[in-house]
């Protein structure tokens, strides 16, 4: 199972190492293949005020310090293509934002390093159209089509991150998990899944949903997860309504992986 955890964005060195060394667990255990994530810059924040993060410089200089003290593999965001040659030098998973998941020239650049891909799919998106993204980069890796096994072996991945509906929320139809992994192993991303957009110039969400979501989609069958975790969501720079506590993961995790193995035992 692929697992991939940890805060919204950059807040300090010192937020990032103590929440670094909480999820040791994971990346110990033989089940999991485990990345650890954070952003460098927000740069799709709802309002001119709000935290973005430290930036791409003083970014790659605290992931560099999580791999060497830690020897995790570590995801982040990118939102601009002069943006991936640099991070690319650091990090081992590239992903692409859902608000810009049909951005060609970013697809492509990402794809010219030897990083994995992660693409969100947007909020806005048909899943089966998802595929067209895929195809940007595994095209451009040389590949002519899409399907599971080819996206796999050429470090493609897709996430799920919920469906607009209406204002002010998000569903996910747990449809577009088998959909989308006809040509992409998926990851569902359950703590974005429960944003609730436009809460007065920032974007709230409601936490207590993130089990029930989670747990579905390990029973519609899933090849990983993202959970975005702080030791206080209250104080979190971004995205904290959203998040899991720290010490509250653990028995999720063990709850999906429980599900995952009924689903391919059956």
Known sequence: MILIAGPCVIES????????EALKEYDEDESIEFFFKASFDKANRTSLESYRGPGLEEGMRIFEEVKESFGYKVLTDVHES????????????????????????????????????????????VPS???????KVLKSRGFESADYETS????????ERGSTFGYGNLVVDMRSLPIMRRFAPVIFDATHSVQMPGQGGKTGGDSSFVPYLARAAAAAGVDGFFFETHFDPSQALSDGANMIRLENLSKLIEQIKRIGEIVEDG
Request: charged content about 20%.
């Open 13 to 20: 060195r010192e937020s990032i190492m103590r929440i670094a």
């Open 82 to 125: 002069h943006q991936v040659p640099l991070v690319a030098k650091t990090v081992d998973v590239l992903q692409i934002p859902a608000f810009l998941c049909r951005q060609t020239d970013l697809l492509v650049a990402a794809a010219k390093t030897e990083c994995i891909v992660n693409i969100k799919k947007g909020q806005f998106m």
């Open 129 to 135: 159209d998802m595929e067209y993204s895929v195809l």
């Open 152 to 159: 796999k072996s050429a470090g493609v991945w897709l996430t």
